[in-house]
């Protein structure tokens, strides 16, 4: 994770970056998920374009794709937990 700062001490964004794309698919924690869905205008992702370069998405461009049906959540973890009775 990465942060920019305003006046030298402030945090205004924070930055995950991941060396996927959308293309491709990224994983990312669904907790992450959550704070963007929760603060969008403070996360962004960096992902990398199709050619390789970084790209900066902010959660609200993130949520109005998901929102337009341009991306899609997959779950792809589950946690199994034996429970007593």
Do not use: Y
């Amino acid at each position: 994770m990465w942060q920019e700062h305003a006046n030298g001490s402030e945090v205004t964004k924070r930055l995950f970056v991941a060396e996927e794309s959308l293309a491709r698919g990224v994983e990312i924690p669904s907790e992450l998920w959550r704070l963007m869905e929760i603060n969008p205008d403070s996360i962004a992702l960096v992902l990398c374009t199709d050619d390789g370069e970084p790209s900066e998405w902010s959660a609200s461009e993130l949520q109005e794709l998901k929102a337009a049906g341009q991306i899609h959540l997959h779950q792809s973890r589950f946690v199994l937990k034996e429970t007593t009775n």
